[in-house]
């Protein structure tokens, strides 16, 4: 249910009343009012001659709920700050549900209006008392922390988990966890001589420990335990089984460390669905051969059948032929073979994408993604040799005299030769000068120090 400010306007727009979770009103069931409970008859008048129930529910700190007693008909409407009967003193809470529903809840609880645990309603909180409080509120995490030191130092096995302080600020409760019996006598010394405080310590189990700090679970929501669930019933490992989940302790495993309270939530349907199904360990009997057990779809109703002496393959059959060959087992007579079977099944197709907008693709403005093999060839296309680079080098070399010789026997179209050819013997066989190389170029640079050590 939801406050006032999270209806509707008049357009049928939802308000909202963008609190994130942490509703003032304390009627959404979430953030700091866990377990919350709208009053669905607080607009109805009650029956002439019916006097108003006159015990009142009171929240606490994480959502920690007592029943009280109004004996002196003090006007209280849900929501106000009311000072109660402590034990000792007086303790400080939030009256979270008035009227006729407080029976329903003290019925649920199997409280009765003349119990013991019923006390009474003080005063409304004056201003003070509120002031004392929150100082005591405040006190609560250096207490925590200063609680662990203590407790580390005397080398105690158990968990403090939290702390909480009365209204009146004379009394603190901490709550702990451990998996055995702890003596904690001188704990109880140290923290009273610590903190000058009456000290009460209070054992709690670890799905209680993940109600009071709450959190997230894997799917993402607020923990059930801290928001609606208000009993903790016994999970099983049957539990997992019954619904086909592998027993992985890592997925099936809550914030508290134990198997989480959603595998109860479904339980009862896979139950009545299991009904109709045959025992896992029947044998199937066949003209190929004996079939077990492997799995099933319990919603889809099919089951998966293997022979004994061929296990590598596994034969979808539904459960109405399933049913029949155990018939036919009973009556000593034996079925047809799997793979007959399995070819009479009909398996629908599933669609993946459906064009109904008459888009093809979500990804066809994105731009193409080029192969890195065509990046390769391109790189190695600009790439040049090495041998390449050396064989261009020379003729450039040879570039400025080109035109020098054109300049000067442009009648002759092979220069070269008239040059060589010029003042030499008739009968001798003349050689074409090639272009030099790097290292006649550099022979051609020794060749002075090679002549003066000829001379010398």
Known sequence: MACGSCGTTENGVPRGCKSNGNCGTGTC?????????????????????????????????NGRKHFYKNVDNLPITMGDIVAVEGNPGHDIGTVSLAGELVKVQMKKRKITEDSEDVKKIYRKASQRDIDVWQQARAKEEETQRRGREILGRLGLQMKLSDVEYQGDGNKATFYYTAESRVD???????????????????????????????????????????????????????????????????????????LKCCLNFELDTYLDALKSFPKQDVVLKTEKGEAVFVKMDI??????????????????????????????????????????????????????FED???????????????????????????????????????????????PQAKQQNKNNPNPR??????????????????????????RANNNPKNGNDSEK
């Open 184 to 258: 904690f006598r001188q704990l109880i010394r140290d923290l009273a001589s610590a903190f000058s405080i009456r000290v009460e310590m209070k054992q709690v189990g670890a799905r209680q420990e993940a109600a009071r700090l709450g959190g997230v679970g894997s799917c993402g929501r607020e923990l059930c335990c801290s928001t609606w669930l208000t009993d903790f019933r016994k999970v099983t490992t049957s539990a997992a089984r019954y619904q086909q989940l592998s027993l992985n302790p890592l997925k099936l495993a809550g914030q508290c460390g134990k």
């Open 356 to 402: 109904a907008v008459g888009q093809d693709s979500l990804t066809r403005f994105d731009a193409p993604k080029t192969s890195k093999r065509r990046r390769n060839n391109r790189n190695r296309k600009k790439k040049k040799p090495v041998g390449a680079d050396a064989t261009k080098v020379a003729p450039k070399t040879n570039t400025k005299r080109k």
């Open 29 to 61: 069931g979430s953030g700091s009012n866990k377990l919350a409970v709208f009053d669905w008859l607080s607009n109805m008048t009650l029956p002439s001659g019916q006097e108003r129930f006159n015990i009142f529910e009171v929240r606490f700190k």
């Open 299 to 352: 919603f889809k109703n099919y089951l998966w059948y293997t022979y004994k002496e061929e296990r590598f393959k596994w034969f979808r059959l539904t459960l109405e032929q399933v049913l029949e060959i155990i018939e036919l087992n009973k009556n000593n007579k034996k079925s047809a073979t799997l793979e007959e079977y399995e070819s009479d099944v009909v398996i629908p197709e599933k669609v993946d």
């Open 417 to 442: 030769k008239q040059n060589n050819t010029k003042n030499k013997p008739t009968g001798e066989i003349t050689k074409i000068n090639q272009p030099r190389r790097k290292n006649n170029r550099n």
